[in-house]
């Protein structure tokens, strides 16, 4: 066991912890009301912002697995990098009139958008049921993040002892999270993102040094770890699926709950806008936590025999954490693997807040209690968050960690699935409201499926989220949630045509074109 390494480890997340607590007297509001224990008022302002959407977006498992991928396959890793670049500007456009259209109407949550725009209990349902679905493997997989750095700390073994640091950890983030809701993310996330840069700061100039440079890192690759194989004209190869991965997954990132829980905390739609100019910083260090991978690999960690059982249990997981424990001194490891953890907890808290949201408004005052009050609201979401955790926890105890992995990579290919409702549904309700319901199903179903067979042909089922798509004598493999989002788009459309022709009831729009757009500001003819 590295005992100074875990003291570093046990005083910082001590320090989390209470601040965790203290966060319900920060900015203090009702809590038993959800649009303050859930959104915390609406009240954070473009710092705060920032830091939990980074918090929120970039987590221990991108820390982990990021590099691991890199590690492991080489440069399609890298392919986490376009894509955030290409969602800010998405988010810039889209999300401000999300968030207008919220706050005019109370919305806590995207299903209660689409219900509100579309009229449909059903398809706010199925946007809420997709939502709470994509999140708990997400969930779950923070919980890697901790695993894979307590192991590296000497904290492992079998049955219930090994469990039970994660288990205590995953009580003290329960316990904080009841009681002090979306604050407590929002003022940890502080801290997090402070540990996070001095780690990948310090890792990214110490140990090119120790290894030669980088000049010496990237002679050291193989070649299939830098260049993607050439494409044939019968096959696309990696070039589609790196370009539709990122397309793909910049399209879904802001269509989980956690990432829209995030944005409607903001107090206005402007602190959005500017966070779209300034979260490409995370990308920047999203880049440089990449560059790991190639270090890992130049250091020759999985040859080492000490960490030989190590990469058996968790694979290319551990290869970050490897590093760290070749390459500094036992303090700095502690107060790295602080950072990752620190790192789970963040997204982890705000995941179960969100799908909690989404449970609370979907589907217990839709369906189980209809004259809820504000404090019922509170409670249900308090205790489904509770709920939620302890499923991800069980989740990550009683099945094999590749379980929740395969899911994780299904999470993008159903979440997708909601942006034809959401995100089209902000600038026009041209389509039908069943169409779209349909068109949802045949995307979830189609991209599943995908997944399922993947690229890989003869792999295990869920080994890949690419698909290779065959037209004629072309192979094009891609994302499976970028080609089942066009089939979801062209089956709503070819049924919204019929429905509209036929007449089918559309429902009531609740909402006005002044809604998605900043009040105006009124200014006195004489001062």
Do not use: C
Request: hydrophobic share 55%; no cysteine.
């Amino acid at each position: 066991m590295n005992v100074t390494a875990l003291i570093v480890f046990i005083l910082l997340f001590a320090l989390v912890t209470v601040l965790g607590f203290f966060a319900a007297r920060w900015r203090r509001g009702d809590l038993d009301t959800l649009h303050e224990w859930g959104l915390a008022g609406r009240r954070f302002g473009t710092v705060v912002s920032w830091f939990l959407l980074g918090g929120d977006l970039y987590t221990a498992y991108t820390f982990v697995a990021v590099p691991a991928l890199v590690f492991g396959a080489g440069a399609i890793g890298f392919f986490a990098l376009p894509y955030t670049i290409i969602t800010y500007p998405f988010v810039f456009l889209v999300m401000p009139r999300l968030w207008s259209v919220a706050k005019k109407h109370g919305y806590v949550t995207s299903a209660d958008f689409v219900r509100g725009r579309y009229d449909s209990h059903w398809l706010a349902l199925a946007i809420a049921f997709t939502g709470i679905l994509a999140t708990m493997p997400y969930i779950a997989l923070q919980l890697v993040g901790i695993q894979v750095v307590l192991a590296g700390m000497g904290l492992q073994g079998t049955g219930f002892a090994a469990d039970l640091p994660l288990i205590i950890a995953f009580v003290i983030l329960a316990a904080y999270t009841y009681t002090s809701g979306l604050r407590a993310p929002a003022m940890i996330a502080l801290v997090k993102d402070t540990l996070i840069y001095i780690t990948v700061l310090a890792a990214v100039i110490i140990i090119p040094t120790q290894l030669g440079g980088y000049g010496h890192i990237f002679a050291t690759q193989p070649a299939k770890n830098l260049i993607f194989p050439t494409p044939t004209a019968a096959n696309f190869g990696n070039e589609a699926a790196y370009a539709t991965l990122a397309f793909g997954s910049a399209l879904a990132l802001f269509l989980y709950p956690h990432s829209v829980t995030g944005v409607l905390s903001a107090n206005s739609r402007n602190v959005i806008k500017r966070n779209t100019a300034l979260l490409p910083a995370y990308s920047f260090l999203l880049g440089l936590i990449a560059l790991l991978g190639y270090m890992a690999v130049t250091a020759g960690v999985k040859a080492k025999p000490q960490f030989a059982g190590l990469f058996k249990q968790y694979g290319n997981n551990f290869a970050v954490p490897a590093l760290f424990l070749n390459s500094f001194p036992d303090w700095f490891v502690g107060f790295a693997f602080a950072a990752i953890a620190i790192g789970a907890l963040v997204p982890a808290a705000i995941m179960s807040i969100a799908a909690s949201n989404l449970f609370t408004r979907n589907v217990y005052k839709e369906y189980i209690n209809p004259n809820a009050t504000d404090r019922q609201e509170a409670n249900m979401a308090k205790l489904v968050s509770l709920v939620v955790k302890l499923g991800a926890l069980a989740f990550i105890i009683f099945l094999p960690l590749q379980y929740a992995i395969q899911l994780q990579l299904l999470g993008g290919v159903w979440i997708i699935q909601t942006l034809p409702s959401v995100v089209v549904g902000l600038y026009t309700r041209w389509f039908n409201r069943t169409a779209l319901l349909i068109g949802w199903a045949i995307g979830m179903i189609s991209g599943t499926y995908m997944a399922y067979v993947n690229v890989s042909g003869g792999s295990a089922p869920f080994n890949s989220s690419t698909f290779p798509l065959h037209l004629g004598g072309l192979t094009i493999p891609g994302y499976a949630a970028f080609y089942s989002l066009i089939l979801n788009f062209v089956v709503a459309g070819v049924l919204t045509l019929i429905f509209n022709a036929v007449g089918m009831a559309r429902g009531t729009d609740k909402t006005t074109t002044g809604d998605y757009h900043e009040e105006p500001i009124a200014v006195p003819l004489m001062s």
